[in-house]
């Protein structure tokens, strides 16, 4: 969080709490005052009393039961108020720190996804203009027109996300579930990102012919925003598993990596949108923080659970339950 956003929290905290207390005093102020009233009226009722009146202690002890009743009617209105203010005030207070949160996130979220657009754009035009201005060999020329294709399908996967992530925050979405082969869309995603990535070894634990009901094009998204991930975080000279096993009507997929690893109060927030871990001057590893709350919201439309463990000897599994009944 920047030196700006902390200064707009401590600045909305402090008014929140000395609102907070104003209120709270006004209302010990306003039960101290009623309180001191019921008495008053209780004690000059009192002295209007006859003592040689047959019913005065009757009368005494009635006045006594109306001052009673008074104060614990203040003491339950009293409470309620109190409840109902510090309910709203957890409320407010919650709501706008997740508010600022949230605008520290867009913002982060604009300087990534500004930083990641204008990457790939420069490099491809690069290597468009070296074609256009050389005469290069033939390898040259491939391995150039190679790398402009992988900024390019970098850059398509990037708006991809975005759309995406509007439109299913939208409801716009409507999925076009059918009977699938996720053996076939999980090969046909690791074939694609080897021929990215050729440099990183995937090790493959995927059972043959295994089938599912879901929309493609999303389950291709989720597979590869998961095998993006722990490529980011895998680390150098490292492998990535992907694992895909039907046992009786669940069928498991996992991605997982050998990198650092996710502290446990980490795990849960990485699927929220515009999430990443660590300090965003200090962040080393590109993203958009969009590409695993997808992968969750790609996840809960197919009635799946998605969650995150620890590899051995180290890193992270992301595995994904589907139900088949």
Same mark, same amino acid.
């Given at each position: $969080?920047?030196?700006?956003? !902390?200064?707009?929290?401590?600045?909305?905290? #402090?008014?929140?709490?000395?609102?907070?207390?104003? $209120?709270?005093?006004?209302?010990?102020?306003? @039960?101290?005052?009623?309180?001191?009233?019921? &008495?008053?009226? +209780?004690?000059?009722?009192?002295?209007?009393?006859?003592?040689?009146?047959?019913?005065?202690?009757?009368?005494?002890?009635?006045?006594?039961?109306?001052?009673?009743?008074?104060?614990?009617?203040?003491?339950?209105?009293?409470?309620?108020?109190?409840?109902?203010?510090?309910?709203?005030?957890? @409320?407010?207070?919650?709501? /706008?720190?997740?508010?600022?949160?949230?605008?520290? &996130?867009?913002?982060?979220?604009?300087?990534?996804?500004?930083?990641?657009?204008?990457?790939?754009?420069?490099?491809?035009?690069? *290597?468009?203009?070296?074609?256009?201005?050389?005469?290069?060999?033939?390898?040259?020329?491939?391995?150039?027109?190679?790398?402009?294709?992988?900024?390019?399908?970098?850059?398509?996967?990037?708006?991809?996300?975005?759309?995406?992530?509007?439109?299913?925050?939208?409801?716009?979405?409507?999925?076009?579930?059918?009977?699938?082969? @996720? #053996?076939?869309?999980?090969?046909?995603?690791?074939?694609? @990102? !080897? #021929?990215?990535?050729?440099?990183? =070894?995937?090790? =493959?634990?995927?059972?043959?012919?295994?089938?599912?009901?879901?929309?493609?094009?999303?389950?291709? $998204?989720?597979?590869?925003?998961?095998?993006? *991930?722990?490529?980011?975080?895998?680390?150098? =000279?490292?492998?990535?598993?992907?694992?895909?096993?039907?046992?009786?009507?669940?069928?498991? %997929? +996992?991605?997982?990596?050998?990198?650092?690893?996710?502290?446990?109060?980490?795990?849960? !927030?990485?699927?929220?949108?515009?999430?990443?871990?660590? =300090?965003?001057? /200090?962040?080393?590893?590109?993203?958009?923080?969009?590409?695993?709350?997808?992968?969750?919201?790609?996840?809960?439309?197919?009635?799946?659970?998605?969650?995150? /463990?620890? *590899?051995?000897?180290?890193?992270?599994?992301?595995?994904?339950? %589907? !139900?088949?009944?």
């Amino acid at each position: $969080m920047s030196a700006l956003q !902390k200064s707009k929290l401590k600045l909305v905290t #402090t008014v929140y709490w000395i609102l907070l207390t104003y $209120m709270l005093a006004a209302l010990l102020w306003w @039960f101290i005052a009623l309180e001191k009233q019921n &008495q008053l009226i +209780s004690n000059i009722q009192l002295n209007e009393l006859k003592h040689d009146d047959p019913k005065y202690y009757q009368n005494a002890l009635n006045i006594d039961l109306a001052t009673h009743r008074k104060t614990i009617q203040y003491i339950a209105e009293g409470s309620t108020f109190l409840g109902l203010i510090l309910l709203g005030a957890v @409320f407010v207070f919650r709501a /706008t720190r997740r508010q600022i949160k949230l605008s520290q &996130q867009q913002q982060n979220f604009m300087m990534a996804v500004t930083h990641e657009l204008k990457t790939p754009i420069a490099i491809a035009q690069l *290597n468009l203009e070296t074609l256009q201005k050389r005469q290069l060999e033939e390898d040259k020329r491939q391995k150039l027109i190679s790398n402009t294709l992988q900024e390019a399908n970098r850059l398509n996967t990037l708006c991809n996300n975005i759309l995406f992530a509007a439109q299913l925050d939208a409801g716009a979405y409507k999925a076009n579930k059918q009977d699938l082969n @996720f #053996t076939d869309l999980l090969e046909g995603c690791i074939d694609s @990102f !080897k #021929t990215r990535f050729p440099w990183r =070894e995937i090790q =493959e634990r995927i059972g043959e012919s295994i089938y599912i009901i879901g929309e493609p094009l999303l389950l291709q $998204m989720m597979v590869n925003n998961l095998i993006d *991930n722990a490529n980011k975080y895998a680390g150098k =000279e490292t492998s990535i598993t992907v694992s895909l096993v039907q046992t009786g009507n669940q069928i498991a %997929f +996992s991605v997982a990596d050998l990198g650092e690893g996710l502290p446990d109060q980490e795990k849960k !927030k990485v699927f929220e949108k515009f999430y990443r871990v660590g =300090e965003e001057n /200090t962040r080393k590893t590109k993203g958009t923080g969009l590409g695993l709350y997808l992968c969750k919201k790609i996840v809960d439309g197919h009635n799946a659970k998605i969650f995150v /463990t620890d *590899n051995q000897p180290q890193g992270s599994i992301f595995n994904v339950i %589907f !139900k088949t009944s």
